[in-house]
């Protein structure tokens, strides 16, 4: 990868997003989470970013897809760097997240059943006396 400047001290905020495949918001998103470190300026004030942060933010991006929210993303990526991480913490992190999407999954298809059986209380009636899923909300406030 080429730096954009001819000592080669970094990658304009435009190059990076492009070859991390992100908008510039996205990268000033992860700058206030902590997740990339703020860049160097130019004397210009231009921001520079490590060629590092492309391959950072592919990473933050693919952890995102998985499931894992901004916080647990930073500790993968403490650990990432760190040289006393071993694959079994990583693993322990990853089947934790597993958990999580099973027990939210659960929880999903408790949602659907409850939404079909109102649904189907709907049909059933005909919709000539009231409707079960608004009685339902109104019962439960």
Do not use: H, W
């Amino acid at each position: 990868m080429k730096a954009p400047y001819a000592n080669g001290s970094g990658l304009t905020v435009g190059r990076t997003a492009r070859l991390a495949e992100v908008g510039i918001p996205t990268m000033r998103f992860y700058e206030r989470a902590g997740l990339l470190t703020k860049p160097a300026r130019t004397t210009a004030n231009y921001r520079l970013y490590p060629e590092e942060t492309v391959t950072r933010i592919r990473f933050i991006r693919r952890a995102q897809q998985l499931g894992f929210t901004l916080k647990e993303i930073k500790e993968l990526l403490e650990l990432r760097v760190s040289r006393r991480t071993s694959c079994a913490e990583v693993r322990s992190r990853a089947e934790a997240k597993i958990s999580d999407i099973e027990a939210r999954i659960r929880s999903l298809r408790q949602m659907s059943r409850a939404l079909t059986k109102l649904a189907d209380e709907c049909e059933a009636r005909g919709g000539s006396s009231g409707c079960p899923l608004i009685e339902f909300l109104e019962d439960a406030l």
